[in-house]
């Protein structure tokens, strides 16, 4: 019904930019998610998965967790049923795989409430 898919991790020295992105194959998507919220989580090893930022599809309403405020944004298009997570002033602690998600009521924040998650995408920041 809903897959999605990331693309844009990878190595970066601390200080720089990565672009992720997330694409929601299905005709009907907006169908899915329109009432809801998609958002980004990432989870380093050892640690669990760590709520990042959220979006409401329709509304385009904007939450964040307070270690990116500032140097992340979430933004998405929804013409080509994608969103985005532009991370800038990238720290090694930063560094875990990003997922992304969709279809959650909320609470945003809570990884257990999005009934659709992404493979996954490596981001590591080097010092």
């Known amino acids: 019904q809903v897959q999605l898919v990331e693309f844009g991790g990878g190595l970066v020295q601390a200080g720089g930019s990565l672009r992720l992105s997330c694409r929601a194959s299905g005709r009907t998507f907006s169908s899915y998610v329109g009432g809801s919220y998609v958002g980004w989580f990432r989870q380093a090893p050892g640690k669990e998965r760590e709520f990042v930022a959220a979006?409401?599809?329709?509304?385009?309403?904007?939450y964040y967790a307070d270690s990116v405020k500032g140097r992340f944004t979430i933004s998405r298009d929804t013409a080509k049923n994608t969103v985005y997570l532009q991370m800038n002033s990238l720290k090694p602690e930063d560094t875990a795989v990003y997922y992304c998600a969709a279809v959650s009521p909320g609470p945003f924040s809570d990884s257990k409430t999005y009934d659709y998650w992404g493979q996954g995408t490596q981001v590591t920041v080097s010092s």
């Open positions: 979006i409401t599809w329709s509304g385009g309403r904007i």
